[in-house]
C-alpha cells in the first residue's frame, strides 16, 4: 500500500508541480533550455519522458533509499533526517500530553458529571476547541514574553529549534528543553480537547454499567471500580484514534511550527509544494503513509494489550 | 436428574438468634424536577442468619432502590435516611471508602442480568481472585486457587480451564452462577439478590435457585431475595415483604402470606397472577389501575385509588405497619376487617363483567384454517474472518416446523430462549418463499408468485405486536399517527382514517383523549394497547405476538391478557403467541406446541399438554415453574435439567434432547442407540386426539 500510494504521489507530482517555474523569476533571464539543462542533474528534465524520469526516481529510492534532489540541487534525505527529529520531539511529547491530560480530566469529570468541575472544565474544553491554532500559538507566545520579562531572564524560547552555540550534553538538553516548552504547550491546548471530550462520553457509558456496579459490590470504591474497570474498557477506541493521530499530527503542525519557527516535517510539506519540490513532496507523503502504518500497527498493539480477548490463544 | 425439593424451613430456634441485617425506617428519595420522587419510604425489615427474605413488588415499588440503600450504591444525589444496622454498625451515612470495606466482605450482592454484570476485558478468575484480594491478604496464587475452588462450588464445569475465560464464552446460566461465586466469595454474612433469576430461561431458574441456596448454606448468610416472581418467592422466602408504592405494605411468613393474604394489594396480586397448575377456568382478576407517581404522594393510602375496599379514611390517612394477630405485619386501616372475614379476601376483586359469560364459547368449533405451516427450516451460516468471509458451520434455528392455525384459536410455542420460537415467527412475517417448507396465509401459498396489491393484501392479512411496547412504537410520533401510519400504508383515506382511529381507541379500551400523547407520555400498560390497536388496524386475521405481556407487570399483565382474549372473542382472531412463561400459555393458549432446539418435541391440546405432558423435555419445562403457593411449590418435585440448551451449530444426529434428557440415562441400551442416531418424529400420544409428541422412549 505505501508503495502504491507514494508512486501515484510521484506520477501526481511530477505531473501538476512545475519546477522549471522556479527559475523563470530569475535574473538575469534564462532560455527554457537553459532552465531545463539546470533541472537534468536532479532527475527533473522535462524533456526526459515521465516514465524514464520515474524509473530514475524509483531505482534510487529501492536500491540506494536516495529520495532525489529538490530543484536547487538540496538532497531531500537531509532535509526530511533533521527535520523528522525536529518533529519528533514536539509531536511525542504534545501528544503524549494530551492523552494524559485529556483522559486524566475525562476520568475526573466524568465521576462528578454534570457537577461544577465538569461544566467548567467542559466550557474551557469547547472554548479551546474552537481557537484557531494560530491565535493559540501566539497567545502562547504571548504569555512566554511575559514571563520572561517577570523574571528578568530567557526562560523560554519563543522561536527555534535550538541555540547555535550550546554544547555539552546537560546545556544542550536544557537549551532543548527551554525552546520545546511553548510548542509543546501550545500544541497540548489544542490536543487534549478531543480526547477530553470523546473519553468523557465514553466513559460515561461505562460509569454507571452493571459491572462497575459490581465491581463496587465486592468491595472496590467508587474511583477504584472507575479506574480500574470502566477505564480500561472505555480507553480501546481512544487508544486507537491516538495511534491513527500521529501522522495527522507529524505533517499538520505547520502553523505552530511557523509561529514558534520551527523547521519541523509540516512546514517542509507546504515549502516543498510551494517550491515545485517534486521529490521533497513525495517524500513527505511517502513518510505519511510509513506512519500510518506505524500507527496502524501501534494501535492493533494498544488494543491487545488493553483487551486481552483479542489475544490468540 | 436432579430431583429437588427445596423448601424445608430452618428449624424454629433460629428465630431467636440476632438478625444479621436490621433495616429500620430507610427512606430513599431522588431528586428530580417534579420534586422529589419518594423511592423507598420508612421501611424496616430484619434478616436473620440462613434464613430468606423475599421482597416481592412491582417495577417502581421501590424493592431495587432499597437494596441499594442497604449496599450504600445509590447514586450520589439519593438522599437517604433511616438506619441500616449489620452486626451493630450502623451503615448510612458512612463514605464511599469505609462502605467498601463492609461491601463483598459483610454483604455480598447477586445481580438481575449475568449478561452485562461481568466486566468483559477481565478473565472469570481474575475478576474472582480480584473481588477475594480487596478484601483478604491473599497471594496472586492463593486467591486464584480459591477462585478456582468457588468456581467449582457453584457448579462451572471444568473450574481450572474456565477460570481463564472471559464472561462472553459463557452462557448466560453460567455467567449468573460466577456473579454468585462474586458474592460469596468473601463468606459474608448477607447475601443480597436483586432479581437473581429473572433474565434467564425458566429451566435454567432453576439452577441458579439451587446454586444460590448452596451459597447461602456454604456461608450460613442471610439472603434477601428481590423478585417479582411470586412462584420464585413461595418456593424459596421463609419470610416475604410486599413493597407497594415504596412502602411495605404487607409484611409475613411465606405460608401465612400466601394462604391468608390480608392486604388487599397483596390478595389483588395474588389473584392475578396466571398458575401454571390450575386449568384455564376463566379470565385473570386484574387490579385494575396503575401504580400512583411516586412524586407528590398523596396523604392517605398510596392504594387507596385502585382498591376495592378502600374507605373515607384511606383517602386521608396513610396507615402504618400493624401487626395483626395470625397474620403478620399489614399496612392497612381495614386489616382487621378482612382478617376477620368481612369483606372476604376472595370476593374482593371481582372478575371483569366479560368473564361472567361463558369462557371461550366458540372453543369447540373450529374455524377454517387462516396459517399453515408445513415443514418449515431456516438455517443461518456461520462466518468467520472480517475480509473474506468463509463460512465454518449451518446454525440450524428451525429444522421441520409444522403447524396450523384456524380462525378464532391460539396456538401457542413455548420454548427457551435459542429454541427457534421468534425465527419461526419472523419466518411468517417474511411474507417470502421460505428457505425449505411451506407456508400458506389464509389459503394463498408465500412462495407463489404475486402482485404488489397481493402482497399488500396478504400483509394486511397478518401483524404482529412484540414485546417492548416502549422500542416498537416510535417516540416521535403521537398515538393517532402511530395508528394512521398502517392504514395510511394500505391507502385508507383521510375521513376513513380518523375513524377508525377512535373505533382502534376504544376497542382496545383507551380513552379517546390519549390520542395526541406521544408514547413516552403513556404507561407501560398504555403502551401495549397501543401496540395491540396498532396490529389491529388492518383488520387482520392473524396476529402474530411474541412475547406480548412478558415485559408488563403482574398486576397489568392481566389486564392485557384479558384484553387479547375479548379481541379475539370479538374479532375472530387467530393468535400466534411466543412466551415463554408457561403460565400465561395456559391462559391465553388453546393449543401448544413446545419446541427445543428449533424442533417441536411436542404439540397438543393446552390442557391435555399440561396434565398429560410425554415429552421428558415438557416435563422438565412445567416442573421448573414456580407455583405462587408455598404449600404446592414446596411439597411436588422439581426436575432440574442439567446444563443449557446447547448451540444449534451442530445438531446431534438423533434426538436432540437427548444430552439433556433425565429419562435418557434411565433407558435399556437398544434405545439409547435409538435416541442417539435416529431423530425421533412426532407422532400420536393417543388415538384420537391431536396430541403429538417426539419421543422414542415414551
Redesign the interface.
Known sequence: MIVVATNVTYLLAAWFLDPRSNYRGLRPVRTEEQIDHALAPYNLDPRAPLADRWWHWFSDVLLHFDWGKSPVGASVNSEIGFRVVVSGQLVTAATLLSVVAGVALSVFTASRQYGWWDRMTQLVSVFLFNVPAAVAALAVVFAGIWLNQHLGWRLLYVAGEKSPDVSGLWPTVADRFQHLVLPTLSLTLLGYVGYHLTQRSLLLDNIN???V????????????AIR??AL??SLIPTATSVAFSIPAIFTGAVITETVFGWNGMGQYFVQTIAKNDVHGAVAVAAFGAGMTAIGAILADIAVVV????VRVR | MTVATPGTHPPAESAATAPVLSVRGLSVAFPSEAGPVQAVREVSFDVLPGRTLGIVGESGSGKSATVMGV?G?LPETAQVSGRVLLGGRDLVGLG??EL??????DI??V?Q?PL????????IGRQLS??LR??QDLTRQAAWNRAVELLDLVGIAEPHRNARA?P?EFSGGMRQRV?IA??M??SPSVIVADEPTTALDVTVQAQILDVLRTAQTETGAGLVLITHDLGVVAGYADDVAVMYAGRIVEQAGANELFGRPTMPYTIGLLGAVPRPEARASGQLVPIGGEPPSLVGLSAGCSFADRCPAAVDRCHSQEPPLTAVPGHGQVACWRAPDIAGGNPAASSLFSPPEAAVEEHRPDRQVPGETVLRVAELARTFPITKGALLKRRVGTLHAVSDVSFALRAGETLGLVGESGSGKTTTLLEIMRLRPPEHGLIEIAGTDVAAPRSTEQTQRLRRTVQIVMQDPMGSLDPRLPVFRLLAEPLQAVGTDRDAVRIRVSELLSLVGLDASLADRFPAALSGGQRQRVAIARALATEPRIVVLDEPVSALDVSIQADVINLLTKLQRELDLAYLIVAHDLAVMRQVSDRIAVMYLGHIVESGDTEDLFTHARHPYTEALLSAIPVPDPQVERSREHIVLKGEQPSASRLPRGCVFADRCPLYPLLDGGTQQRCRTERPLLRPAASGTDHRHACHAR
Open positions: 454499567s452493571d459491572f456496579r459490581t465491581a463496587r459490590a465486592t468491595g472496590l470504591t467508587r474511583a477504584q480500574r474497570h480500561r474498557a488493553l483487551d486481552p480477548r | 449496599m450504591l464511599d471508602r467498601s470495606a463492609v461491601r463483598g466482605n455480598g450482592m445481580f442480568d452485562s454484570a461481568l466486566t468483559p476485558i477481565f478473565s480480584d473481588a480487596v478484601h472471559f462472553h456473579v462474586l458474592a466469595a468473601n
